[in-house]
């Protein structure tokens, strides 16, 4: 399946294994085997909260066994992260009725279970649906479940132009990422894909743009709750929401939009969690603290 995304991706292809279907463990995946689960809520900004130690006692009475101990975490607002003793008792976990029942919706993490390669020379005329039809993966690596070639931003006289380029990002399908594979008899290198740092110019957190934005404003001029686009506080006298450092939230120099790129490295190299790779790394210190 080819679909039309943002703008600097020209086109994708998506399994349908990979779009349609809930994913699941393998016979050959290795732990950890975690499953999130998630309230059903009809709207999203609901502020809807799962408790670790309630969903613990939810899953101990409907006798849902295999789970570690300490193996029940809050990952997120309306996000709870169970773990499993294997892969069976995870899967097993993922199709209980009762989780339907009671409005819960469980995922396996795609970081769990696939791992995302970038490869370069591409030619630009061919779709996605070719390169991956054309593709031989190497014993031991799993099918391609996601392909998307990456598009270059360019600015002219006030025109935005994105233009395909040669680089196109694979999704593999289990926990091994290939160091190569073949098109066509010819050999493509596969390097780590190191995911974009990206900021939300609503609420000035990373990981997310201002159009999944659902929380309040808070601006990145001055810090205060309203949106930058209508403040007039210009960057000698800004204050940044993270390091309250004197210049604009957004300002690349900001020792915060350092860590977020580490964070996206350790999360590339490591295949684990924003959340897990986040709190490896301290928060920069205020600069009244130093």
């Not at 957190?205 to 949106?227: E, G, L, V």
């Not at 800004?238 to 790129?261: D, M, V, W, Y």
């Not at 350790?266 to 684990?272: D, G, H, N, P, T």
Request: aromatic content about 8%; some cysteine.
């Amino acid at each position: 399946m080819c679909v039309r995304s943002i703008p600097s991706i020209q086109t994708v292809h998506v399994h349908p294994s990979f779009s349609e279907a809930p994913m699941s463990y393998a016979e050959d995946d290795k732990g950890p085997f975690i499953v999130h689960v998630s309230r059903e809520v009809s709207d999203p900004a609901s502020g809807t909260t799962i408790r670790a130690i309630k969903f613990g006692q939810f899953l101990h009475t409907n006798k849902i066994k295999s789970v570690v101990n300490d193996g029940v975490k809050n990952v997120g607002r309306n996000k709870i992260s169970v773990q499993f003793t294997s892969a069976e008792a995870a899967n097993s976990f993922l199709s209980n009725p009762v989780l339907d029942l009671c409005k819960y919706k469980t995922t396996v993490p795609t970081y769990n279970i696939t791992r995302i390669g970038l490869v370069k020379g591409v030619p630009v005329d061919w779709s996605m649906q070719e390169l991956v039809e054309s593709l031989e993966l190497p014993s031991g690596c799993g099918q391609v479940m996601k392909a998307r070639r990456l598009n270059r931003k360019t600015i002219s006289e006030g025109t935005v132009t994105w233009i395909p380029t040669q680089s196109v990002v694979l999704t593999f399908r289990g926990q091994m990422l290939p160091e190569k594979i073949y098109s066509y008899h010819t050999s493509l290198p596969v390097e780590i894909y190191k995911f974009p740092t990206i900021q939300c110019l609503i609420c000035c957190r990373y990981s997310h743009i201002k159009t999944q934005c659902r929380s309040k404003p808070r601006c990145y001029k001055c810090a205060q709750p309203h949106t930058g686009e209508s403040c007039e506080v210009s960057e000698d006298n800004a204050t940044c929401l993270h390091c309250s450092g004197k210049h604009f939230t957004i300002n690349k120099s900001c020792p915060e939009f350092s860590r977020q790129q580490s964070i996206k490295v350790i999360m590339a190299q490591e295949s684990i969690s924003y959340l897990e790779a986040s709190s490896r790394i301290p928060l920069p210190l205020d600069p009244m603290q130093k």
